[in-house]
């Protein structure tokens, strides 16, 4: 156990839907980043909060958001979900603070999401 | 731009010497990273190493750094079968917070 919580960890959904992935950080982990995994993309950074805030954002779809809450956990909000939506979607939460030192990052499980 | 990349795999015996390479393209990374993805499983850090290093070894694990040409190499020494897994190598630089993989690279190991 990491100590990242995502939940759920499977979802099968159809195109059109929305969703909604959770995750807990790491006690004491302040930033929380998403990614996607598929098999044509690998591992794709999308977006990093830190405190509540966003702090950088990478190839994330118009139609997916997301957001970190005051008790620090996050939820990633997919829309209009299409077939090449489908993939594992992984959390993950680190202590670094933008100073210098290496940002060790520890991942959850992830979710795998499958569009039907 | 960052880029990284990493072979898609690599057979090795089990017993022997696997060497996983990765290259980079932005020069100012600062810190390059090693995670290992075990099936069904989330990224799992297995060591990192600051760009002022050439080497750094932590049990059976060697990296190699050679930052004029932007190589990065992970050496697993008496490789086992617990060692099949997709390796990930990663950058960070100071200028931005997240890490960029590269595409893994899926390490199977024979008995």
């Known amino acids: 156990d990491s100590g990242v919580t995502q939940t759920p960890k499977h979802l099968i959904t159809a195109t059109g839907q929305r969703v909604t992935l959770r995750c807990s950080p790491r006690s004491g982990d302040l930033s929380v980043y998403w990614y996607q995994q598929s098999l044509d993309q690998g591992l794709q950074f999308l977006i990093q909060y830190y405190n509540g805030e966003e702090r950088a954002k990478g190839n994330i779809l118009e139609r997916f958001s997301a957001q970190q809450f005051p008790d620090l956990h996050s939820e990633l909000n997919l829309s209009s979900l299409e077939l090449g939506d489908s993939a594992l979607y992984f959390c993950a939460s680190s202590v670094w603070q933008g100073e210098t030192g290496a940002n060790v990052l520890t991942f959850g499980a992830g979710s795998r999401l499958t569009v039907l | 731009g960052e880029d990284v990349e990493q072979s898609l795999f690599l057979s090795v015996r089990e017993g022997d010497s696997s060497v996983i390479n990765c290259t980079y393209t932005?020069?100012?990374?600062?810190?390059l990273y090693w995670y290992k993805q075990e099936p069904g499983a989330g990224l799992q850090l297995l060591t990192y190493i600051f760009s002022n290093m050439d080497m750094k070894q932590d049990q059976r694990l060697t990296v190699l750094l050679n930052k004029k040409d932007k190589h990065l190499s992970l050496r697993i020494a008496d490789t086992q079968t617990g060692d099949s897994a997709i390796y990930f190598c990663a950058e960070h630089n100071n200028a931005g917070n997240m890490l960029t993989f590269g595409g893994g690279t899926r390490l199977m190991v024979k008995p």
């Open positions: 932005d020069s100012s990374s600062t810190y």
